[in-house]
């Protein structure tokens, strides 16, 4: 799988991040919460991320229609 960042709340690494695959899906990055009361099944995982992050995502992607 290919994988290339998007967005993130920073340049390191270990912050939330958003890549995009090419198998036209994406990945995100974020903390795991333990507090959020959902049954998840075992093959799936919740991540938590900013706001923000996707709101830079949709300005990004906006902004790269316009060039």
């Known amino acids: 799988m290919k994988v290339s960042m998007l967005v993130s709340t920073?340049?390191?690494?270990?912050?939330?991040?958003?890549?995009?695959?090419?198998?036209?899906?994406?990945?995100?990055?974020?903390?795991?919460p333990v507090d959020h009361g959902l049954e998840i099944p075992a093959n799936e995982g919740i991540v938590e991320i900013p706001t923000q992050l996707l709101?830079?995502?949709?300005?990004?992607?906006?902004?790269?229609?316009?060039?």
């Open 10 to 32: 920073c340049d390191i690494k270990d912050r939330p991040t958003i890549y995009a695959t090419d198998r036209d899906t994406l990945l995100v990055q974020g903390e795991v």
């Open 55 to 67: 709101l830079d995502l949709i300005r990004k992607a906006l902004r790269d229609q316009l060039v």
